[in-house]
């Protein structure tokens, strides 16, 4: 059939499942939304306030999916508007689509009005990214790009057109899906050694990052756990791969469990998977196990022995692997290593309890436990993204979405749109600070706009936590520019956006809130006071080992 472009390429999204759009019109890209407008019964397109918005609601639909998120935008500031979003999907491996509209080809290079070199502004942060020159490549290179995004290590690519490229004529064709032929990890000597090292190994710790979930190896992972009887810690990515069990040690690294570190620390085998042993994790690489062989699994070659001396890699699908890695695993207790985890984990840090005074972990605990197992927590970045992690229950892949690499603040609101979107019979709850709720707020209407309930819990300290925690330890009490006023009325400006408010000073406002919250049809904002002399703790410094541990004020 032949038709523009524009419509060529709406027909190709379809094809290849889509039935979710973020994005922002604008002149370059009014032909594709015009194409869009008449395929509204079979692909629901999402107006965001901003580009930015859009690009991170793509990444939380993507994150909490699996499936290949897709954010549009116009060229010139719609484009760079994009770029936080886009560099967020980068670092975190998150398979999105980013399609931008560029001038006519007959004015690139000539300054014309919004006119940005956007594939050169993107090449560091993306997968892959292409222009499409005519108008027969726009069905394959959209193929092609979803292919690239969702395979190997996922990741962001994007896909820029100019103007005339939309408008132009040719004939579309549905192409019939092509059989993937998969690749198994097939060395079997490399597997049976590793099976060895861990059915010898007497202090073992498992160590997961996000490459299980975008592997979907959640599941295969507790197998190799529960046959092992290995203790297990995760990466901020790798929250959700594990049962709340015996095995269980948390988060490890910086703002990691005392246990989980010292775990680490005297383990003689670290089997780390799916994992980039970030700065975060890895706060001294020379001081990391010193006493353990290091395994690590990974479908990115790039990232072996990029950060840690490793003794075993093996590159591949993690899913694969660990299928293929079960059998060989004996089945043994490990009790004296576990017993003396158990030690460490009476040196875990407890936060005191002041009576009627909102505590983050007593919050978090709370709203947890009222939210329920199947709740997907998103949150932004700062103190409360690290109170999340520590104390937030998750038990299920893609139920935790958070900025781990970039550490993007304004990332959670649009995101929880995302995931909201992508998972209407779920409640989606958004954690978030004051610092960070500002950054993207406008995002709000956009939920109220389209009927998306998401409940956002704002901690509120009047400062930039994290920063001030910093600043506490590292610069010697001086608070330069971190504090802000608490002028902002956050009932006021929900009721303003059409979405419910609440403000709490107290545990029991929240308990009351926060089940109001649920039982609300519309989007809720609710304000948890707290005090600005919170901090996350333990905390190791960067650079620092666990010599250098802090956990306490």
């Known amino acids: 059939m032949r038709m523009n472009g524009s419509h060529i390429l709406v027909n190709t999204l379809l094809e290849l499942g889509v039935d979710t759009v973020f994005g922002y019109p604008g002149g370059s890209v009014l032909n594709i939304y015009d194409a869009m407008y008449d395929y509204q019964d079979k692909i629901k397109n999402i107006i965001t306030s901003t580009e930015q918005g859009a690009a991170h609601a793509a990444d939380g639909y993507a994150r909490s999916t ?22 967020t999907a980068f670092m975190d491996s998150v398979p999105v689509v980013y399609i931008t509209g560029n001038v006519a080809q007959n004015l690139i290079g000539k300054d014309s009005f919004q006119e940005v070199y956007t594939t050169g502004i993107t090449m560091p942060i993306t997968k892959h990214n292409f222009v499409v020159r005519e108008v027969d490549k726009v069905a394959d290179t959209i193929r092609e790009a979803f292919r690239i995004a969702s395979s190997g290590r996922k990741g962001p690519v994007l896909v820029d057109f100019p103007k005339d490229v939309t408008i132009a004529e ?14 198994d990890f097939d060395d ?35 197998q190799v756990i529960d046959k092992s009887s290995i203790p297990a810690c995760n990466s901020i990515m790798g929250i959700g791969n594990l049962d709340y069990n015996k095995y269980f040690l948390g988060m490890a690294g910086m703002h990691g469990r005392v246990s989980t570190n010292y775990a680490i620390d005297n383990s003689d085998l670290i089997i780390a998977i799916g994992t980039r042993f970030s700065d975060r994790t890895v706060t001294n690489t020379e001081k990391f196990a010193p006493r353990a062989k290091i395994i690590h699994i990974d479908i990115d070659a790039s990232e072996i022995r990029k950060n840690v001396n490793i003794d075993y890699d093996i590159i591949g699908d993690v899913k694969d692997i660990l299928s293929k890695l079960l059998p060989k695993i004996k089945r043994q207790d490990r009790n004296e290593w576990l017993a003396e985890i158990e030690n460490w984990k009476k040196s875990d840090y407890i936060e005191a309890k002041e009576n009627g005074v909102i505590k983050p972990k007593e919050l978090l605990e709370k709203l947890s436990d009222m939210a329920g197992d199947d709740a997907i927590f998103v949150t932004d970045v700062g103190q409360h993204q690290m109170w999340a992690c520590q104390y937030c229950k998750v038990t299920k892949p893609r139920h935790f979405l958070t900025s781990a690499g ?24 958004h954690i978030t600070g004051d610092g960070s709720f500002h950054m993207n707020l406008n995002e709000v209407a956009t ?25 506490h330890y590292l610069y010697n009490d001086r608070y330069a520019f971190s504090n802000f006023d608490r002028s902002t009325d956050y009932v006021k400006l929900a009721d303003a956006f059409g979405a419910n408010g609440y403000r709490c000073d107290t545990m029991a406002q929240f308990e009351e809130a926060f089940a109001s919250a649920i039982k609300d049809d519309k989007s809720v904002l609710i304000e948890c006071k707290i005090s600005d002399s919170e901090q996350v703790l333990p905390m190791i410094p960067a650079n620092g080992t666990l010599d250098d541990l802090i956990v306490s004020h």
């Open 66 to 87: 699996g499936k290949v998120g897709v954010a549009i935008a116009t060229s010139g500031p719609g484009a760079t508007n994009l770029i936080t979003g886009i560099a």
């Open 170 to 183: 040719y004939e579309y064709e549905v192409k019939k899906e092509e059989t993937k032929v998969k690749k």
């Open 188 to 222: 079997e000597k490399l597997l049976d050694e590793i099976a060895n090292l861990i059915n010898k190994s007497k202090k073992p710790v498992i160590y997961s990052g996000g490459g299980v979930i975008s592997s979907n190896a959640s599941e295969e992972l507790r």
């Open 406 to 429: 970039l550490g993007t603040m304004g990332y959670g609101y649009g995101a929880a749109i995302g995931a909201k979107l992508a998972n209407p019979q779920k409640m989606v709850v």
């Open 447 to 471: 939920a109220v706009r389209y009927g998306v309930k998401v409940i956002t819990v704002i901690l509120n300290n009047g400062n930039l936590g994290m920063v001030r925690q910093w600043q």
